[in-house]
């Protein structure tokens, strides 16, 4: 059983489009979080969410919105995709508090052409 | 502010060799501190943790010890194979956020 999994893998999109990602895990974690990596490696945090409620939000735009419909999922929608979106993004879960890992997702990779 | 600063890479090692990969960090009280492994394509694993100062986490032949003097949690490893080339991850986590290093990729030759 895959511990945090996210769909799809991979999305080739047009500019202007609206998308959405998935993210479900299965540990029991209350915390879950959204990633962007880019190019050269870089991780930057998104969003966490704590008990489906938004604890962090790291000056996102807007045009990204994360739903946790319960502390198990955790979705990302993003409105009118744009060329600079392109990156993997990765979901995690943690049990909160110090000490404790986070499990990460495989990731989508998000292609905006 | 807070951060988490690791050595750039590539790093190019022969198989066998000694490997250490520096990791500093900048934190408001005392974090978890991580290293996280990435295979190509796949996400990120946990290799080892340690949660307070003195702590040394330790898998797979890998070891880091918390340094509160030097801010400090470099990764070791006595003798890497091929399999270990990935790109590794320093990171840190407090107040509800885990904090990631830039990445170092490693490279191991046989």
């Known amino acids: 059983d895959t511990a945090v999994s996210q769909t799809p893998k991979y999305l080739v999109t047009q500019m202007g489009n609206d998308k959405s990602i998935k993210c479900e895990q299965n540990l029991g974690h209350d915390t879950m979080y959204w990633y962007k990596q880019d190019s050269k490696k870089f991780l930057k945090i998104m969003f966490s969410y704590n008990n489906k409620e938004l604890i962090i939000n790291e000056t996102v735009p807007n045009r990204f919105s994360p739903k946790s419909p319960d502390k198990a999922h955790l979705n990302l929608h993003i409105n009118s995709l744009e060329l600079g979106d392109s990156a993997v993004y990765f979901c995690?879960?943690?049990?909160?508090?110090?000490?404790?890992?986070?499990?990460f997702g495989q990731g989508t990779r998000l292609t905006v052409v | 502010g807070d951060s988490v600063t690791q050595m750039e890479g590539p790093v190019t090692l022969s198989e066998e060799a000694f490997l250490t990969i520096n990791c500093t960090y900048t934190?408001?009280?005392?974090?978890?501190l991580f290293w996280y492994v990435q295979y190509p394509g796949e996400g990120l694993q946990l290799l080892l943790k340690?949660?307070?100062?003195?702590d040394k986490g330790s898998n797979k032949g890998f070891e880091a010890t918390y340094r509160k003097e030097t801010t400090s949690f470099h990764l070791e490893k006595g003798s890497v194979q091929v399999s270990d080339s990935a790109v590794y991850f320093c990171?840190?986590?407090?107040?509800?956020?885990?904090?990631f290093g830039s990445g170092t990729k490693l490279n191991v030759k046989p």
């Open positions: 934190a408001t009280g005392y974090p978890s």
């Open positions: 990171a840190r986590y407090n107040f509800n956020k885990f904090y």
């Open positions: 995690a879960s943690s049990r909160g508090g110090g000490g404790t890992e986070a499990f």
């Open positions: 340690a949660t307070k100062a003195d």
